[in-house]
């Protein structure tokens, strides 16, 4: 009878032990704290070429489109290199030359938007600086014209992309808009990188009736990015 007794209260002392212990630990010990800073800038640097189809993975050089270098925090990352018809037969009929190109090769426009995300909107423009003209002869191809397609438009953002447009434009000496993102709608669509993209060979030169003379006829094109901004 003693050691069932003895028994008892050793379990007895244990367990008020382990109760003291619980209690202990259940106490809060002063909170120590520490601080987290960050320090925010403008964007500057340049956003090198993205996939055209997928801006959220690297693009590779090629030689259908040039990079711009342009500083941001917004900017006009990569625009096309140029637009080749190459040697091609005279007609004094009206006549639409197609575009050098492979299937498959896309030229494109990229635009990335670091900016605040309070601030929404910009466009790209195009226009040429003169009709094309061949430099020894002088003659002038009035009324020329070369017609973009409406691109397919890609953006790193998750967001609603009904911001973003794009559209086709017979390009003149006057700036048309290409591609934009509408200050209006707040959407964070047009926020990261947003490319617009096309098939090369679905860019053409449309020359009028009895205004074609042998020769090498060249003009240059401007891309012109703006800001539209709104908040």
């Known amino acids: 009878m003693k050691k069932i007794?003895?028994?008892?209260?050793?379990?007895?002392?244990?367990?008020?032990?382990?109760?003291?212990?619980?209690?202990?630990?259940?106490?809060?010990?002063?909170?120590?704290?520490?601080?987290i800073s960050i320090d925010f800038e403008p964007h500057l640097s340049p956003t090198p070429p993205r996939d055209?189809?997928?801006?959220?993975?690297?693009?590779?050089?090629?030689?259908?489109?040039?990079k711009t270098d342009m500083a941001?925090?917004?900017?006009?990352?990569?625009?096309?290199?140029?637009?080749?018809?190459?040697?091609?037969?005279?007609?004094?009929?009206?006549?639409?030359?197609?575009a050098r190109g492979n299937r498959g090769e896309r030229q494109y426009l990229q635009v990335t938007d670091n900016r605040d995300t309070e601030i929404?909107?910009?466009?790209?423009?195009?226009?040429?600086?003169r009709p094309l003209t061949d430099q020894a002869t002088k003659h002038v191809l009035t009324g020329a014209y070369l017609t973009l397609p409406a691109g397919t438009v890609h953006s790193t953002s998750k967001a609603d992309d009904s911001s973003l447009s794009s559209k086709m434009v017979q390009i003149t000496t006057d700036e048309q808009t290409i591609f934009e993102a509408a200050a209006h709608s707040k959407s964070?669509?047009?926020?990261?990188?947003?490319?617009?993209?096309?098939?090369a060979r679905n860019v053409s030169l449309r020359i009028p009736a009895n205004t074609a003379q042998p020769g090498s006829y060249t003009t240059q094109l401007f891309w012109i990015l703006s800001a539209e901004a709104a908040k």
């Open 52 to 66: 055209p189809r997928d801006p959220t993975k690297e693009g590779s050089p090629d030689d259908l489109n040039k």
């Open 72 to 98: 941001g925090p917004l900017s006009l990352d990569v625009v096309p290199a140029s637009f080749s018809f190459g040697q091609q037969k005279m007609y004094h009929a009206a006549h639409d030359y197609q």
């Open 120 to 129: 929404y909107g910009w466009k790209v423009k195009v226009k040429q600086d």
């Open 188 to 199: 964070l669509a047009s926020k990261g990188t947003t490319t617009n993209e096309w098939e």
């Open 5 to 35: 007794l003895f028994g008892t209260l050793m379990l007895s002392c244990i367990s008020l032990a382990l109760s003291s212990s619980a209690e202990a630990a259940s106490e809060t010990a002063p909170s120590i704290d520490s601080q």
